[in-house]
Nanobody, 126 residues
Framework: QVQLVESGGGLVQAGGSLRLSCAASGRTFSSYVMGWFRQAPGKEREFVAAVRWSSGTTYYADSVKGRFTISRDNAKNTVYLQMNSLKPEDTAVYYC???????????????????WGQGTQVTVSS
């Protein structure tokens, strides 16, 4: 059974940085896509970034390109989301997600991910 456990959220001022972690267990993830999504109050869950575990190919939402970096540590089975130059509009619950072999055209579709973490709150104050 796949388990995803996020950590690293918190309160930060605008312009600051945070690094989120997602520890994955229960499966061999070599063919998986690992994604980060976020959901703000009253809004739908939206794609943030994703990485293909095997190749390291990364994908980003336009709203975070140049500010956020997704990476993975094979030895630790952990995916990271480094968030720099944070803005108040980045405030949300951030979720880690995973699934096997998602087509690139569907990489931002939350419905394509079967496994989800519990979420971690990120609050950016102005």
């Amino acid at each position: 059974q796949v388990q995803l456990v996020e950590s690293g959220g918190g309160l930060v001022q605008a312009g600051g940085s945070l690094r989120l972690s997602c520890a994955a267990s229960g499966r061999t993830f070599s063919s998986y896509v690992m994604g980060w999504f976020r959901q703000a109050p009253g809004k739908e869950r939206e794609f943030v970034a994703a990485v293909r575990w095997s190749s390291g190919t990364t994908y980003y939402a336009d709203s975070v390109k140049g500010r956020f970096t997704i990476s993975r540590d094979n030895a630790k089975n952990t995916v990271y989301l480094q968030m720099n130059s944070l803005k108040p509009e980045d405030t949300a619950v951030y979720y880690c997600a995973a699934d096997n072999n998602i087509a690139t055209i569907r990489i931002a579709d939350a419905k394509k991910y079967d496994f989800w973490g519990q979420g971690t709150q990120v609050t950016v104050s102005s």
